[in-house]
């Protein structure tokens, strides 16, 4: 594929359209940290100089991916919550429904996974001050959608500790989905020690069983 300068808005939004869905395909066949520059310009057909007129950086591609990624999730889990989540339940079981029904939206979700992994560490990097606040600016939006699914079926935790819930499950959704996704070495010392073998996690047990104790923890400071 090969494209002529884009003269116009629109030819302009077509360009970073192409860009935004080739990466999108990219992270279906590979995690985020082998999604290169040269390859993304290679598979788009522009050169490199030219891919960064649209996008400054490859990490300024990967978070508006991030965003894109994350409005889709919400999009899906207010339904998913209705189903699950039973209003005549105590608070403690509607809040183990609403962990169970996260844990296993994100696991059903794993470049979004792979994505909030590299945010902080990686995806942050590399962007200028504009981008790093565009991209803060649609963080905040998604957590106020996120914060709004989430209190009709708690509504024992105020806006304050559900955002608070909300912060944390993104910043354990990265850590635990990192730890999930160990090197071959740790696999080959996973397999051939089988004590070791018990420090191996699953993604969607772990996430659940963090986000179960978390919820708990805001519902037991709710009734102080």
């Not at 959704?173 to 999930?180: E, L, M, N, R, S």
């Not at 070495?185 to 191996?200: G, K």
């Amino acid at each position: 594929m090969t494209f002529q300068r884009a003269r116009s808005e629109e030819q302009r939004a077509v360009r970073r359209r192409v860009i935004l869905d080739t990466a999108a395909a990219m992270l279906t066949e590979m995690p985020v940290a082998q999604v290169t520059l040269n390859e993304l310009s290679r598979r788009v057909g522009l050169a490199k100089s030219n891919v960064l007129r649209y996008f400054e950086s490859r990490e300024a591609v990967l978070l508006e991916l991030l965003d894109v990624a994350v409005r889709e999730w919400l999009e899906q889990l207010d339904h998913t919550l209705s189903e699950a989540v039973d209003a005549s339940g105590t608070p403690v079981e509607r809040a183990d429904q609403v962990a169970a029904v996260v844990a296993a939206s994100l696991a059903a979700r794993p470049v979004l996974c792979d994505l909030v992994g590299a945010q902080a560490a990686v995806l942050e990097h590399n962007v200028s001050p504009r981008i790093a606040a565009e991209f803060k600016r649609a963080a905040i939006a998604n957590a106020e959608v996120l914060i709004s699914l989430l209190r009709p079926r708690l509504p024992e935790l105020d806006e304050h500790a559900a955002f608070k819930f909300t912060a944390a499950a993104f910043m354990v959704t990265g850590a635990i989905w990192t730890h999930c996704r160990p090197s071959a070495a740790m696999l080959a010392a996973y397999e051939a020690d089988p004590e070791l073998a018990a420090m191996r996690m699953d993604f969607t047990a772990t996430l659940r069983e963090t986000l179960e104790v978390f919820l708990s923890g805001l519902l037991a400071r709710a009734t102080r």
